[in-house]
């Protein structure tokens, strides 16, 4: 079983950044993908930015240039760098851990709100 427990979401303006986290309950991140989704109020789930076993990185168009996933090993967490930031970005976010075998985790998620 793991568990990823998010922070670092908020109310921010236009063009601001926040940077989320998601701490797994152990290390992972050899054997899991990881993946920041988001669902906005009204919307179906998406995904977002993916991070591989490997390290390569993916993201939704609607993001690629702006969003950044990473990862620290040592501390178990997987981040989202979040710049430039749209009230479209509105969405609750959540980190999701899937080792393409059939095991699969999400966090509780966090909410983000971009409004002036």
């Known amino acids: 079983q793991v568990q990823l427990v998010e922070s670092g979401g908020g109310l921010v303006q236009p063009g601001g950044s926040l940077r989320l986290s998601c701490v797994a309950s152990?290390?992972?991140?050899?054997?899991?993908?990881m993946f920041w989704y988001r669902q906005a109020p009204g919307k179906e789930r998406e995904w977002v930015a993916r991070?591989?076993?490997?390290?390569?990185?993916y993201y939704v168009e609607a993001v690629r240039g702006r969003f950044t996933i990473s990862r620290d090993s040592a501390k178990n967490t997987v981040y989202l760098q979040m710049n430039s930031l749209k009230p479209e970005d509105t969405a609750v976010y959540y980190c999701?851990?899937?080792?393409?075998?059939?095991?699969?985790?999400w966090g509780q998620g966090t909410q983000v709100t971009v409004s002036s």
């Open positions: 152990g290390s992972i991140f050899n054997v899991f993908a």
């Open positions: 999701n851990a899937n080792n393409g075998r059939g095991s699969n985790y």
């Open positions: 991070l591989r076993t490997s390290g390569s990185t």
